[in-house]
T-cell receptor, first 113, second 111 residues
Framework: DGGITQSPKYLFRKEGQNVTLSCEQN?????MYWYRQDPGQGLRLIYY???????QKGDIAEGYSVSREKKESFPLTVTSAQKNPTAFYLC????????????FGSGTRLTVV | QKEVEQNSGPLSVPEGAIASLNCTYS??????FFWYRQYSGKSPELIMS????GDKEDGRFTAQLNKASQYVSLLIRDSQPSDSATYLC???????????FGKGTKLSVKP
């Protein structure tokens, strides 16, 4: 079955450590997105990519980095510059057509310890 | 800043009643509108999309769109306890067509 796989499901980060969240899709979608969700809050866009080897900053890109070397993969690195990284991270994809909604992965819950 | 506004709730309805969820948006150029359901601790799931003014029905769900008033709504008929979740409204916006999400309305259906 086609879908989006995020891993790991839970991740614990120590202060000052970089961590990478994985997002893989086999839907043949061109566009991929990373969102952050805090308790009681909506989804805030971190980064997005419409095609391979190209990506744009979203509303809250500071402290995060991404790469898009393959169509199927869009990993997100949470760097030590991100001062409040504890959140639920969601990856989504879309066929790059505005008439389609996004398909979401199951999410990664990141906690700073 | 383009925005999507929803009442945060909680909206509480008895089992079998109609639940009405509302959303307003600021970008008059928006063309695509979506409703997502998100259970606690889970990721959002697309349940309805609507693109033209009027109503669109799918089972117990009806989406309503009024572009002149910049208003989208979701009606859930014969509400069930399993409908208890947070409902996110999403609207496409901007040249890239990215979705902007509201903060969601928490719905509680009481048996």
């Amino acid at each position: 079955d086609g879908g989006i796989t995020q891993s790991p499901k839970y991740l614990f980060r120590k202060e000052g450590q970089n961590v990478t969240l994985s997002c893989e899709q086999n839907l043949n979608h061109d566009a991929m997105y990373w969102y952050r969700q805090d308790p009681g809050q909506g989804l805030r866009l971190i980064y997005y990519s419409q095609i391979v080897n190209d990506f744009q900053k979203g509303d809250i890109a500071e402290g995060y980095s991404v790469s898009r070397e393959k169509k199927e993969s869009f990993p997100l690195t949470v760097t030590s510059a991100q001062k409040n990284p504890t959140a639920f991270y969601l990856c989504a994809s879309n066929p790059r057509a505005t008439h389609y909604g996004y398909t979401f992965g199951s999410g990664t819950r990141l906690t700073v310890v | 800043q383009k925005e999507v506004e929803q009442n945060s709730g909680p909206l509480s309805v008895p089992e079998g009643a109609i639940a009405s969820l509302n959303c307003t948006y600021s970008d008059r150029g928006s063309q695509s509108f979506f409703w997502y359901r998100q259970y606690s601790g889970k990721s959002p799931e697309l349940i309805m999309s609507i693109y033209s003014n009027g109503d669109k029905e799918d089972g117990r769900f009806t989406a309503q769109l009024n572009k002149a008033s910049q208003y989208v709504s979701l009606l859930i008929r014969d509400s069930q306890p399993s409908d208890s979740a947070t409902y996110l409204c999403a609207v496409n916006s901007g040249s890239q067509g990215n979705l902007i999400f509201g903060k969601g309305t928490k719905l509680s259906v009481k048996p």
